[in-house]
Nanobody
Framework: QLQASGGGLVQAGNSLRLSCAAS????????SAWFRQAPGKEREFVAA????????YYADSVKGRFSVSRNNAKNTMFLQMNSLKPDDTAVYYC???????????????????WGQGTLVTVSS
């Protein structure tokens, strides 16, 4: 089970850090990711970490502004979001999978475990 938290209302240019706590299974050796869904739009890939490689992957729209990390000992994943823009407004979901191959990392339907989502609203 995954539990996302940390969303809120922020002004453009500010920062926010989302957290995702895992229970029942650990994040260790998982493919763990963040997706988001804006009103009226499809869910889209934001960022991910591939197993314990330390390798991270980002959508072009957030590259250089967002950073994904994990604390395996605390079973928690983070998304540090800097220089937020109004276009970043969305419900953010954390996700994890334990059998995925790298080529599917940006595909939401490839993930078996999902958090409930946390709303991020960026005002201009």
């Amino acid at each position: 089970q995954l539990q996302a938290s940390g969303g809120g209302l922020v002004q453009a240019g500010n920062s926010l850090r989302l957290s995702c706590a895992a229970s029942g299974r650990t994040f260790s050796n998982s493919v763990s990711a963040w997706f988001r869904q804006a009103p009226g739009k499809e869910r889209e890939f934001v960022a991910a970490m591939f197993r314990n490689s330390g390798n991270t992957y980002y959508a072009d729209s957030v590259k250089g502004r967002f950073s994904v990390s994990r604390n395996n000992a605390k079973n928690t994943m983070f998304l540090q979001m800097n220089s937020l823009k109004p276009d970043d407004t969305a419900v953010y979901y954390c996700a994890a999978d334990y059998s995925m191959i790298l080529s599917s990392i940006r595909t939401s339907r490839a993930y078996d475990y999902w958090g409930q989502g946390t709303l991020v609203t960026v005002s201009s």
